[in-house]
C-alpha cells in the first residue's frame, strides 16, 4: 500500500467542476511530482490533500487512515507537511524563531508562554538541527526578510520539516528562483529525499523531471497522464506540448 493515496477525488465550486476523479498514489521515500498547465487543478488537488479543501466526493488515505475532510492541523499532526506558492514565514522574526514555532515540542510545552524559549536548550538544539538539514546554519538570528530569496524558500521547507513530517507537499517550490538558486534547491531535495517523501507542484520541468520518480499530469480537472519521466518522454500530450523539449 502506499503511504498516501487520492481515490477519486472530486471538487466543486458552485457549479464549477475542478477536480474530476483524481486519483493518485505517493510511495514512501520517493519524489513525486504533478504538472500541468496553469488552471488544471493542480493547486486545488493540493488543498484536498492536505486539508485546506474538503472533496465533494472521493476519499484520502495516509498510511492507511481515513483523513478526508480532516482539518489542516489534524492532519499536519498525523505527519503531513506543506509550503505554499506564496511563501508564508514570518519576516520580522529570526529565521531560528520560524523553526522553533513550528516545532511539535515547542506546541507542547509553550501553549501558554510564559518564559523565554530562547532558555529551552532542548528546543535551540532540535531548531538548530533543522537549520543545518536545509543549509541555513550560520542564518539563525539573521531576520528572515533579511535572507536571499533562494535562502527564503530553503527556510519554508525547514518550517515544514520543522513539524517531524512523513511526507512533504511542495507547491512551486523554484517560483521566483534563478538558475543559481533552483540548483541549490535541487541539490537540497535531492540530499533530504534519503529521509523525507516529497510531493511536488512544479512549472520548471527540468526540475522536476531530474529528481521525480514518479509524474501526474493533471489537465481539465483530470490525471491524463502518469509514469516515470521517461515514460512521459513518449506521451502524446507532453510531445505537443512545450514540455516536450524538457522531457
Not at 535562502?151 to 523554484?174: H, Q, S, Y
Amino acid at each position: 500500500m502506499a503511504l498516501f493515496e487520492a481515490r477519486n477525488i472530486h471538487k466543486r465550486f458552485g457549479s464549477r467542476v475542478v477536480l474530476e476523479d483524481i486519483s493518485l498514489s505517493f510511495e514512501e521515500g520517493q519524489v513525486s511530482g504533478i504538472m500541468g498547465p496553469n488552471g488544471a487543478g493542480k493547486t486545488t488537488c493540493f488543498h484536498c490533500l492536505t486539508g485546506h479543501h474538503k472533496p465533494t466526493r472521493g476519499s484520502i488515505v495516509f498510511d492507511g487512515e481515513d483523513i478526508t475532510g480532516k482539518a489542516p492541523q489534524r492532519i499536519a499532526r498525523k505527519g503531513v507537511s506543506r509550503s505554499f506558492q506564496m511563501m508564508n514565514l514570518f519576516d520580522d522574526s529570526a529565521v531560528i524563531e520560524n523553526i522553533i514555532l513550528a516545532l511539535p515540542d515547542f506546541r507542547r510545552r509553550y501553549a501558554q508562554i510564559t518564559t523565554s524559549v530562547f532558555d529551552d536548550r532542548a528546543l535551540l538544539d532540535q531548531a538548530l538541527e533543522v537549520l543545518d538539514q536545509v543549509g541555513l546554519l550560520g542564518h539563525e538570528w539573521q531576520p528572515s526578510l533579511s535572507l536571499s530569496y533562494g535562502n527564503r524558500r530553503a527556510l519554508e521547507i525547514g518550517v515544514a520539516l520543522a513539524a517531524k513530517p512523513r511526507i512533504v507537499f511542495l507547491d512551486e517550490p523554484t517560483s521566483g528562483l534563478g538558475a543559481e538558486a533552483t540548483r541549490q534547491l535541487a541539490e537540497l531535495i535531492g540530499k533530504l529525499r534519503k529521509k523525507y517523501t516529497f510531493v511536488m507542484i512544479e512549472h520548471d520541468m527540468r526540475f522536476l523531471f531530474e529528481l521525480a520518480d514518479k509524474i501526474s499530469v493533471i489537465h481539465w480537472g483530470q490525471v491524463i497522464a502518469e509514469g516515470t519521466p521517461d515514460d512521459l518522454q513518449s506521451n502524446k500530450w507532453v510531445q505537443r506540448s512545450a514540455l516536450g523539449e524538457v522531457a
